[in-house]
Structures are given as C-alpha cells and as structure tokens.
C-alpha cells in the first residue's frame, strides 16, 4: 500500500520534472521565435524601402537616408575569417598539446591559463588592442607585411599601406586578430575537454600498434571526437562574428568597403553598437535589417557545420562496410 | 504589540504622504551625455541646498527625446536643438540649459595647444578628403610660424551617432558649400574619410596615439586629455583659441530674440571674439504638463543652476549661459508653459 503510494508519488514527481523541463525547452523555442519575428518585423520597413539592394549598396549615409549594409558584411565575414585562420591551428596545438604531449606538472598551468582568457571580458581585449596592441602593430607589423607581402601579386592587394590612420594600426586585421585572441581560450577549452573523454584504452591500443603520436591524433584521437572539435570551432566562429566591444575598438569604424586589410573597415556588431543609440526612422530599420542579416550569416554558419559533420559521419561509416 | 502596530501606521501614513508629495522631493530627466557631468554637480549641490533630487540617465539626445515624448521623465535633454515643428507636435517647449565648445584637435609632434591656425575652408577640405598631408600649401599659409612635416593626415571623427558630431558637422555645412552639397549635418553622417573611434573619449585617445591625426572633441575632452587644441577663424575673421570667453561670446552675439523655442545653432557666430564651432544643450518639457508640479520642480531646479551654479559650470569646463539669455529664457516660460506656478519662479 505505502509502496504503491510512494511509487505513486515517483511518478507524479517523474510527470512533473518531465514537463518543466519541457517548459524550459519551449521556453528556448519561444524565445528564437520571438526574436525573429521582432527582427523580421523590425527590418521590413528597409527592405521595402531598399530592396534586395540594402544587402549590396556600400553606402551607409544617415544624412540622405540611403543605407546598405554590405561593408559592414564583408568587414564581419573577413574579420570572423582572420581570427579562425589564426585562432583555428592555434587552439588546436594547445589542446593538443594538453592533452597529449604535456609532462604532468605543465598540464595544469596551462589549462588553468586557457580557461583564465577565456573569462577576460572582452572590453578588456578591446583597450588591450587599441592601447597596446594596435600601435604594436602600426609600428612593427604593419610596415613589415607592407614590405614582404604587398609586391606579390592578388594576394599583394590585400597589404597596401593605408591612406588614413596608416600609424594607427586600427585595422580589419587588427580586428582579426584580437578576435583571434579572444576566441582561442574558448576553441582550445572545448577541445581540451573532448580530447580527454577518449578512453585510455584506444589510446594505449594505438601506441602498443606501434602508432606515432601524430598517428594516434590523426586516426583515434580526431574521429573519435569530431562532434566535439567541430562544436567548439563554432562556439568560437560565432563569436568572432558576433563580437561587439572589442571589434569596435580596433576596426576602424569605417562605413567604406576597406580596400585592404591595413585598412579600418567595420562589422556588423560593431555598427549596430555604435548607432543604435541615437538612430531612428529609417536609420533604426537599417540598423535592425543588419541584425537580421547577421543573424542569417549565423544560422547558415550552423548549417554548415551540421552538414559538414553529416558528411563526416556518412563518409566513416562507408570506410567501416 | 500595539506599538509596534502604531509605528506601522504611521509610517505608512508617512509613506502616503511621501508619494503625494514625492513630485518635489525628485525629478526625473533622461537625455544627452555631453552635459550629465554638470548636471549631476548641479544635482548634489541643489540637493544639499533644497533636499530635491536629481535623477538624470544619460542614456543620449534621441533618448532623451524619446523619454519625454513618451512621458517617463520630468524632462528629456537633448544636444541638438529640436526644430519648432517637431516641438509644436508633442506640445514640448525648449530651452538651453549650458554651453560648451567642439574643438579640432592635433597631434604632431612639438605641437603645442592652439600653435596651429586653421580656416574653415581648410578644415572642410580635411574632412572632405582634399588635403590629405599637413605640408600642404594652404595649411602652410596659414602657419607661416610652424615647420609642418610631410606627413598624411589621419582624419578621426566619431564612430556613434552624437550630438557633437551634429555641431561639427553643422559648422562644415555652414562654411563649406561643397560640404554642405557632398556630405550634409546630423548626428551621423557618411564621412567622406577617416576613422570613428566610440565617443569623446575614443576620438581623444585616437588622436592622442596617431601622430598625424585629426578630429574633434567637446572642449572638456581636449583639456583631459591634453590635447592641442588649435585655432580657429571665425565669421569676423579673427583667429581664436577655444575658452569659456570665446564660448560666451559666441552665444552673447547670437540672435537668440528671433529664435522660436531657442532653436538656433550657435555655430559661426558673428561676435569679434565668438568661437565659431560653440553649442548650447537643450532641456524639453511640455507646455502644458499634466503634472505641473513636477515641471515647476524641473524648472525652479534650472533656476537654481543658472544662479548658484556657474562656477560649477566652468571647473568641468562647461559655459554658462550668459545673464541675458537666462532672463529671455524665464521670460518665455512665463509666456509658454501653462501653469499656475511658473510665474512665481521667475522673479
């Protein structure tokens, strides 16, 4: 009697923990729901007024109410694009070597030091690079990749001397590489983790095989958690792009297309945290059209990834039959 | 026990009375940054001074406009003047309640605070992108004195949407007619070249680091940061140097008179002395507020500021309001707002 009474009451706690977390769940739908019906919303009245042209008109000109958002797009995708070409190796050296290659006693400090940047907020980073970083860059860097990279051809383009704030250092690679700053704390974290849940066992297999260790990386280490290491690469992507504080330190602030890399140009985040404030009318539908737009290149970066991991699943299995 | 209970009552009886009489003891505004230093001096001395408080967000001008249209606030402020129209719309009425100044700022080296001389077509064409090193002939003739160095010129302007660069941008159209055609006023406009930094203190600290750099700032920003300030030619074509003096004689020799609601740039001003780049900010209230004790309040505060605060005013190197300006505005209270009490405030 008591038994069933107390199974009774398992049950009953069983139904309701079930549906509070279904409640929080839908709670997360709702919210995603709501942004984007208030971003769609929000956005409508500029491209009504501009048409698909908002996405591919360079000009961002308050006075005359004609806005377009494709230099703050380019200057996002690139500047995303710098920090993981930079961020992307790096972090995975790190967790690499953490996991794999690091005496005991080195393990610990260093892993303790990733997490530690990984709390730094990013205002920090941002009067980091803008105090230190930038004229750094401006005085050392900047002069040398003008003089080794900007005589060859294409690629040349991209390292010209700027015209203005050439000594400044205030730039969309400055921007690319504080974000890639940022981001590798966060990449090398959550591949240090997932590295650590492959069991000893493959491991140890591997070696006693007579696998190198880069053998054991490429062909136990890595497939075993791919989900894992293509997951932190998008934590960090994400926020390369949708970075804010620390970007609009360093970019520049320019509404031009930058013509090179050593140019300031901007980004999304960064244009939407500088004029919401006093923007209204049509300049504050632009500014919302932009959010939706970033929101856009977020989601199709999620795609993406889940399709590139599909790809990675199908192509093993058909290895393994 | 029953004490315990009485005291309770009281004090609730105490609390109903605070509510009721809450309009007095604080005001509500929300508005423009560029004056929350003085304001919030103001607001500490005038509540040692009266036990009123002040509570002020400086949340920025289009907020602040937002807020009062809205109703949240006592009063909303705003650094770019609200033109009548837009007033008459929301029954507001509008009135300045400090001055300060827009400087350019230099930095090149051995420059010291107002060496360089500079006309307002010469600063046009920086900011247009013609001149674009400071060797260039026609900054040289302006400072026969200086060795200029042949360098480019990094143009800094602000990032954000911002009642400064609305004054800046004012004067350029002012004097520039190519300006005026190619780029246009506002809060935010498409810089032909150059780099924004985020707020007074982000174009400050561009500046300071980037030898070569340009760009402008509230006066008070300059002084911080130590940066050199340069002079300038104004409409009368004397050459003058940025200080509360030059400031209030830009707004001596304005036309406030002929100005509805006190809506007037107070850029290239005529007076000998005026410093052509100078700006006022702006309280907004309503004419006829429902609440007319809180609008009497916003007012008999503003009153107080004007008489007690000036010297406040000029340590944070704000301008006040000239004597005569302060009279036309309590004057025009008295003809614009639509409560009984106003008129007693102005004596």
């Keep these: 009697m008591s038994l069933e009474r107390s199974l009774r009451g398992l049950a ?102 990733v997490e530690l940047l990984a709390a730094v907020p990013s205002i920090i980073y941002g009067m980091w690079g803008l105090f230190f970083f930038a004229p750094f860059f401006a005085k050392h860097v900047q002069p040398l990749l003008v003089a080794s990279l900007g005589d060859v051809p294409l690629l040349g383009a991209l390292f010209q001397m700027p015209i203005t704030g050439g000594s400044s250092g205030v730039s969309v690679l400055t921007a690319g590489i504080v974000l890639a700053i940022m981001i590798v704390p966060f990449m090398a974290a959550v591949m240090r983790d997932v590295f650590e849940v492959v069991p000893s066992v493959l491991r140890e297999s591997a070696y006693g095989m007579g696998a190198t260790t880069w053998e054991v990386i490429r062909n136990v280490v890595l497939p075993y958690t791919k989900v894992g290491v293509v997951g932190g690469i998008m934590l960090g992507l994400g926020r390369a792009l949708g970075e804010t504080m620390a970007v609009t330190f360093v970019i520049g602030n320019a509404s031009k297309l930058p013509t090179s890399l050593l140019e300031p140009g901007n ?41 590139l991991l599909m790809r990675l699943t199908l192509t093993q299995e058909g290895q393994k039959t | 026990m029953t004490m315990f209970r009485m005291t309770l009552i009281a004090g609730a009886l105490l609390a109903a009375g605070a509510v009721q009489a809450a309009d007095v003891n604080t005001i509500n505004g929300a508005g423009a940054t560029f004056p929350y230093p003085i304001y919030a001096k103001w607001a500490e001395a005038y509540n040692k001074a009266t036990g009123v408080k002040l509570n002020y967000q400086s949340i920025g001008s289009g907020g602040g406009v937002k807020q009062i249209v809205a109703k949240t606030v006592d009063f909303g402020a705003s650094d770019d003047a609200l033109p009548p129209e837009k007033l008459a719309e929301h029954g507001l009425t509008q ?12 930095n090149l080296p051995g420059l010291e605070a107002n060496q360089m001389k500079l006309d307002p077509e010469v600063l046009a064409d920086i900011y247009l992108g013609k001149i674009i090193k400071w060797n260039d002939p026609k900054i040289a003739a302006l400072n026969p004195g200086l060795s200029l160095p042949d360098k480019l010129i990094s143009v800094v302007r602000r990032s954000d949407g911002s009642g400064t660069t609305a004054v800046f941008t004012n004067y350029l159209a002012k004097v520039s007619p190519e300006w005026k055609e190619k780029v246009g006023e506002g809060k935010a406009v498409n810089w032909p070249v150059g780099m924004g930094g985020k707020g007074n203190e982000g174009v400050a600290s561009y500046v300071k680091q980037i030898e070569g750099a340009i760009g402008y700032v509230e006066s008070a920003y300059a002084k911080q ?123």
């Design chain 1, 12 to 113: 009953l706690g069983d139904f309701a923990f079930r549906a509070i977390t279904l409640l929080f769940a839908f709670l997360v739908l709702l919210l995603l729901a709501g942004i984007i019906i208030m971003l769609v919303q929000g956005a409508m009245p500029a491209f009504k007024a501009f048409g698909w042209d908002f996405i591919t008109n360079e000009t961002w000109d308050p006075v005359r109410d004609d806005y377009g958002a494709w230099a703050p797009i380019v200057g996002t995708v690139v500047a995303a694009l710098i920090a993981m070409l930079i961020g992307l190796p790096l972090s995975f050296g790190i967790s690499i070597f953490i996991t794999e290659m690091a005496p005991q006693w080195l393990k610990r400090p260093v892993g303790t030091a």
């Design chain 1, 267 to 307: 980004t999304i985040a960064a244009k939407l945290a500088n004029e919401f404030n006093e923007a209204d009318g049509l300049q504050m539908d632009a500014l919302i059209a932009m959010g939706l737009i970033l929101f856009a290149i977020t989601f199709v970066v999620l795609l993406l990834s889940k399709l």
């Design chain 2, 95 to 106: 009135f300045p309640s400090v001055m300060g100044a827009v400087v350019p700022v230099v």
């Design chain 2, 225 to 347: 940061n130590k940066l050199a300030t340069v002079q300038m030619k104004n409409k009368a074509g004397n050459y003058v140097s940025v200080s509360a003096k030059s400031t209030a004689a830009a707004a001596a020799t304005a036309d406030w008179k002929s100005a509805t609601d006190f809506y007037l740039w107070l850029t290239d001003a005529p007076g000998a002395e005026a410093w052509p780049i100078s700006n006022q900010t702006n309280i907004l209230v309503y004419k006829e507020p429902q609440d007319c004790a809180r609008t009497e309040a916003v007012l008999k505060f503003f009153d107080w500021a004007w008489k007690n605060g000036g010297a406040m005013a000029e340590e944070l190197d704000y301008v006040p309001l000239p004597k005569e300006l302060v009279e036309q505005i309590e004057a025009s209270w008295k003809a614009n707002i639509k409560c009984d009490g106003v008129a007693a405030i102005v004596k």
